[in-house]
């Protein structure tokens, strides 16, 4: 592997645009294949700053075997005070290595490779956990890219809502989050400033916010047969944790650095509140309760984002549309 590429945001989102139902498959394969051993996931690495403690930096690094093997990490910073300059929240950057030498090929921007994993993970999750008929009434809170991208993946596999809620603790955010899906997909969708109310009525409720601490306690009722998309990771107290039926992407990912999940194991010491994971559904061998809400909460493996990276890469190559840069690796032989 002599060549270096790089592509840009502008590509990787032409690309994703136009193949939101390909992600959603590809992401299902990587599940699927993660969970029968043929991936490497390591810990995510969390680069933490004492004078800044809402803020990190977060390494990725994975590798997905089989017949096209490749490695990759992402490095994704994430700063809720961007928002407050007008900035996005998160920022990124994939690197892909050949699996044979090694050697990097490959650099994407990748927050919305990083946004796209997450929106296809969540909409297979709606077609994999919903009970009976596609959920009608649609609940968002918090109303940044991550919630954004949800909708474009949830409208391009043919959601019908009837009603599309959406709650931020910035109104601005949530009225311009409600034109948006209003606008683009043709929803009815409408800012609410009572989150209980919302909650209450919701068939699908999406947590996509930069909460640090559980907000959703037990006076906030959750309903058998309601879906809970917690992207977020640490919106939800552990007593409603503990009622409802619990889906996660990854055992031991999600049972770490302090994530409702990981909460829920440390307050009732068993992990017997997990169903299973979300592979595990997709094959029939876990069983949920129609009796309960149901969670699934997706810590974010590496191996998403490099199956999702390696779309995007060889689309761009396809397309003529990836920068080459001659000579990245000045010496690549010994003598």
């Given at each position: 592997m002599s060549t270096f590429?790089?592509?840009?945001?502008?590509?990787?989102?032409?690309?994703?645009?136009?193949?939101?139902?390909?992600?959603?498959?590809?992401?299902r394969e990587t599940y699927l294949r993660h969970s029968a051993g043929e991936t490497v996931n390591p810990n995510s690495y969390f680069l933490r700053f004492p004078d800044r403690p809402s803020c990190r930096i977060i390494?990725?690094?994975?590798?997905?075997?089989?017949?096209?093997?490749?490695?990759?990490?992402?490095?994704?910073?994430?700063?809720?005070?961007?928002?407050?300059?007008?900035?996005?929240?998160?920022?990124?950057?994939?690197?892909l290595n050949d699996a044979e030498t090694g050697y990097p090929f490959a650099c994407l921007e990748a927050s919305q490779i990083s946004a796209a994993r997450t929106a296809a993970s969540a909409a297979l999750a709606v077609e994999t956990l919903s009970e009976g008929d596609r959920p009608r009434k649609v609940l968002f809170v918090g109303a940044g890219v991550i919630g954004r991208t949800v909708s474009d993946f949830l409208a391009a596999r043919g959601l019908s809502v009837d009603e599309c809620m959406v709650h931020d603790h910035v109104d601005g955010y949530a009225r311009t989050f409600a034109s948006y899906v209003s606008d683009t997909h043709g929803w009815s969708a409408r800012h609410v400033p009572d989150v209980?109310?919302?909650?209450?009525?919701?068939?699908?409720?999406?947590?996509?916010?930069?909460?640090?601490?559980?907000?959703?306690?037990?006076?906030?009722?959750?309903?058998?047969?309601?879906?809970?998309?917690?992207?977020?990771?640490?919106?939800?107290h552990p007593t409603v944790m503990i009622k409802c039926n619990n889906v996660l992407d990854d055992l031991d990912h999600c049972l770490t650095a302090q994530t409702s999940p990981h909460l829920t194991e440390i307050e009732y010491g068993s992990r017997d509140f997990v169903n299973g994971t979300l592979a595990d559904v997709l094959r029939g061998e876990a069983t949920l309760n129609a009796d309960r809400a149901t969670i699934f909460s997706p810590f974010g493996l590496g191996v998403l984002d490099l199956a999702v990276g390696c779309h995007v890469y060889q689309s761009a190559l396809e397309q003529e549309q990836a920068t080459e840069i001659p000579g990245f690796f000045p010496e690549l032989s010994r003598w």
């Amino acid at each position: 592997m002599s060549t270096f590429h790089v592509i840009g945001g502008k590509v990787t989102q032409d690309v994703i645009a136009a193949s939101p139902s390909r992600i959603l498959e590809i992401v299902r394969e990587t599940y699927l294949r993660h969970s029968a051993g043929e991936t490497v996931n390591p810990n995510s690495y969390f680069l933490r700053f004492p004078d800044r403690p809402s803020c990190r930096i977060i390494a990725l690094p994975a590798h997905i075997g089989g017949d096209q093997p490749v490695s990759g990490i992402k490095w994704i910073a994430s700063y809720p005070p961007n928002i407050e300059r007008n900035l996005q929240r998160a920022s990124a950057v994939l690197l892909l290595n050949d699996a044979e030498t090694g050697y990097p090929f490959a650099c994407l921007e990748a927050s919305q490779i990083s946004a796209a994993r997450t929106a296809a993970s969540a909409a297979l999750a709606v077609e994999t956990l919903s009970e009976g008929d596609r959920p009608r009434k649609v609940l968002f809170v918090g109303a940044g890219v991550i919630g954004r991208t949800v909708s474009d993946f949830l409208a391009a596999r043919g959601l019908s809502v009837d009603e599309c809620m959406v709650h931020d603790h910035v109104d601005g955010y949530a009225r311009t989050f409600a034109s948006y899906v209003s606008d683009t997909h043709g929803w009815s969708a409408r800012h609410v400033p009572d989150v209980d109310c919302a909650l209450a009525a919701a068939d699908l409720v999406v947590l996509a916010t930069t909460a640090p601490a559980p907000w959703l306690c037990d006076e906030q009722i959750l309903r058998p047969g309601q879906l809970i998309l917690n992207l977020s990771l640490r919106d939800i107290h552990p007593t409603v944790m503990i009622k409802c039926n619990n889906v996660l992407d990854d055992l031991d990912h999600c049972l770490t650095a302090q994530t409702s999940p990981h909460l829920t194991e440390i307050e009732y010491g068993s992990r017997d509140f997990v169903n299973g994971t979300l592979a595990d559904v997709l094959r029939g061998e876990a069983t949920l309760n129609a009796d309960r809400a149901t969670i699934f909460s997706p810590f974010g493996l590496g191996v998403l984002d490099l199956a999702v990276g390696c779309h995007v890469y060889q689309s761009a190559l396809e397309q003529e549309q990836a920068t080459e840069i001659p000579g990245f690796f000045p010496e690549l032989s010994r003598w």
